[in-house]
């Protein structure tokens, strides 16, 4: 959705919005980048991490078929999506133009301290009122970033749950512009 909204500023740009590799066990209409079935943070670091390789190998693809360079792209995500653009923003060998992420948080902060390669710029929105991640770890990873020297933009979206409301997807549309000029 974000997309529709997002291509009228956005000429000659290529929204690519792949789904989680798994099927979701909690929603089976859905997909997920990682099962949260299990309360164990050892086993669904494993498993972003399984993760991350697969969506990098998925952008080295677009990369390559795009003619494209780190600096000309953007990741986003939504929940997990935020999770693992988080990730990859800050591991890759080379800064990508910016992350923007919404209602998401850091999987492990340690594991991210220890592999973070690069400090691509950040976005983060989270709804005040989200009952899937609590509006804390929007917190925590503002700290986080600024601990590590990663220019970081936060909002916290009143009234707001596990959604992107269409202030925050403004709001995400007015940081890419500024982003790409």
């Known amino acids: ?5 997002w291509k009228r500023h956005l000429p000659n740009t290529i929204f690519i919005c792949p789904n989680g590799h798994e099927k979701c066990s909690i929603n089976p209409s859905g997909f997920q980048w990682f099962d949260l079935t299990k309360d164990d943070p050892k086993y669904i670091l494993e498993q972003s ?43 890759s060998e080379e800064e990508y133009n910016c992350i923007i992420g919404f209602s998401g948080k ?30 804390h770890f929007m917190l925590e990873a503002k700290d986080f970033f ?8 936060t909002h916290l979206i009143k009234d707001c749950d596990h959604h992107i ?12 512009l500024k982003k790409i000029k």
């Open 1 to 5: 959705m974000l997309s529709l909204n």
């Open 146 to 153: 600024i601990r590590n020297n990663i220019e970081i933009e």
């Open 49 to 91: 991490i399984n993760a991350e390789k697969i969506l990098i190998k998925f952008i080295s693809e677009i990369k390559t078929k795009f003619d494209l360079e780190n600096k000309k792209i953007i990741l986003s995500g939504f929940s997990q999506g935020c999770m693992m653009s988080i990730n990859l923003g800050l591991t």
């Open 106 to 135: 850091i999987i492990n902060q340690e594991s991210l301290a220890n592999r973070k390669k690069v400090s691509t710029n950040t976005l983060l929105i989270h709804g005040d009122s989200d009952q899937v991640v609590s509006p």
């Open 165 to 176: 409301p269409i202030e925050a997807s403004s709001l995400a549309l007015n940081y890419i």
